[in-house]
C-alpha cells in the first residue's frame, strides 16, 4: 500500500514542481503572443 506520510511530505515538492511548469508555459505562450504583435505578417 501507498506510505501516507511519505506522501504527504512530497505533496509540497510536487506543488511547487507543477507551478513551475505552469509559469513556464505562462511565459512561452506569452512570448510567442509578444512576437507574434511585433512581427505581424
Same mark, same amino acid.
Given at each position: %500500500?501507498?506510505?501516507?506520510? =511519505?506522501? *504527504? @511530505?512530497? +505533496?509540497?515538492?510536487?506543488? !511547487?514542481? %507543477? =507551478?513551475?511548469?505552469?509559469?513556464?508555459?505562462?511565459?512561452?505562450? +506569452?512570448?510567442? !503572443?509578444? *512576437?507574434? !504583435?511585433?512581427?505581424? @505578417?
Amino acid at each position: %500500500m501507498i506510505d501516507m506520510t =511519505a506522501f *504527504l @511530505e512530497t +505533496l509540497p515538492i510536487m506543488g !511547487k514542481g %507543477m =507551478a513551475g511548469i505552469f509559469i513556464v508555459m505562462a511565459v512561452i505562450l +506569452l512570448g510567442i !503572443k509578444t *512576437l507574434g !504583435k511585433v512581427f505581424p @505578417e
